[in-house]
Nanobody
């Protein structure tokens, strides 16, 4: 099993930056994929970015490409999401997720990011 805890959310002005953290514990060396999703008010949860441990590749949603950067510290299972040039459309609850052995998905509790105009 894997436990995920997000931190770093809050309120930021448009054009600003914010860095989210996700700390994984448990079977962190069995994690195949880690990533971030978000759910904006009134919308479905959507992919933000995912990183694959197997081939060290990252995929970003078109809406965040070039503005957001995902990084991981495999030694301790911590993942970060650096968000630059934030807009009000980025306002959402951001969730950390981990996939173990391409089978089981785990989710964090979510952290609120609010971007004011």
């Amino acid at each position: 099993q894997v436990q995920l805890v997000e931190s770093g959310g809050g309120l930021v002005q448009a054009g600003g930056s914010m860095k989210l953290s996700c700390t994984a514990s448990g079977s962190i060396f069995d994690i195949s994929i880690m990533g971030w999703y978000r759910r904006a008010p009134g919308k479905q949860r959507e992919l933000v970015a995912v990183h694959r441990t197997t081939d060290d590749t990252t995929t970003y949603a078109d809406s965040v490409e070039g503005r957001f950067t995902i990084s991981r510290t495999n030694a301790n299972g911590t993942m970060y999401l650096l968000m630059n040039s934030l807009t009000p459309e980025d306002t959402a609850v951001y969730y950390c997720t981990a996939n173990v052995k391409f089978q089981q998905n785990y989710w964090g509790q979510g952290t609120q990011v609010t971007v004011s105009s």
